[in-house]
């Protein structure tokens, strides 16, 4: 007799992702069921993370030059061969 579990099939699915820990068997088969309904937001294969198709936004700074030391600094060191990556996906 085979035991059919929604959570694995769901994990299965989405089995690049990282989830919490802390989460317990309904919170998190309630999140993969959401995130499975509106999968076609979110970028898949080649495309950079952080794009999300259907939500093109404009953001605007609220403050003025010269901007606060942590808007200007990146949040991480980074590697001369990532920087050019990132900066190649911001272009």
């Not at 959570?7 to 820990?21: A, D, I």
């Not at 499975?36 to 936004?57: S, T, V």
């Not at 606060?68 to 991480?76: A, E, F, S, V």
């Amino acid at each position: 007799m085979s035991t059919h579990d929604p959570l694995e099939e769901l994990l299965n699915e989405f089995r690049e992702g990282q989830f919490s820990t802390i989460l317990t068997h309904k919170p998190k088969i309630s999140l993969l069921k959401i995130l499975r309904k509106n999968r076609p937001l979110f970028p898949l294969g080649e495309e950079p993370l952080g794009k999300f198709r259907g939500h093109d936004i404009e953001l605007y700074l609220d403050v003025e030059r010269p901007y606060p030391l942590m808007l200007i600094r990146p949040p991480y060191p980074a590697i001369l061969e990532t920087r050019k990556e990132i900066e190649k996906h911001i272009e």
